[in-house]
Nanobody, 120 residues
Framework: QVQLVESGGGLVQAGGSLRLSCAASGRTFRLSRMGWFRQAPGKERELAASITWSGGVTYYADSVKGRFTISRDNAKNTVYLQMNSLNPEDTAVYYC?????????????WGQGTQVTVSS
């Protein structure tokens, strides 16, 4: 029903910035909330940030508050994650995920992931 494609990952130095993009296609009218998850080596998957399509209500994990900003372009069905003041602990595979109105409490759709590596 929904396809998600991430882009924008790469290698940056500590203190640098990077912006990730997630393009949604398909039955996008059913989407209620978009989230950016990340999974670092040896760590559990973590929800870094999320945003609702309708009201733009955001959530941030304590580990990224003040450094990351999530936003969306409804016309383009695209969600962004602006990452500033990056440090090596931010190194992870970042995944875009989506909740639908049919399953409002679960992320049912996932992208392929994009690698973010921060060097010291």
């Amino acid at each position: 029903q929904v396809q998600l494609v991430e882009s924008g990952g790469g290698l940056v130095q500590a203190g640098g910035s990077l912006r990730l993009s997630c393009a949604a296609s398909g039955r996008t009218f059913r989407l209620s909330r978009m989230g950016w998850f990340r999974q670092a080596p040896g760590k559990e998957r973590e929800l870094a940030a999320s945003i609702t399509w309708s009201g733009g209500v955001t959530y941030y994990a304590d580990s990224v508050k003040g450094r990351f900003t999530i936003s969306r372009d409804n016309a383009k069905n695209t969600v962004y994650l602006q990452m500033n003041s990056l440090n090596p602990e931010d190194t992870a595979v970042y995944y875009c995920a989506a909740r639908t109105e049919a399953n409002p409490l679960r992320y049912d759709y996932w992208g392929q992931g994009t690698q973010v590596t921060v060097s010291s």
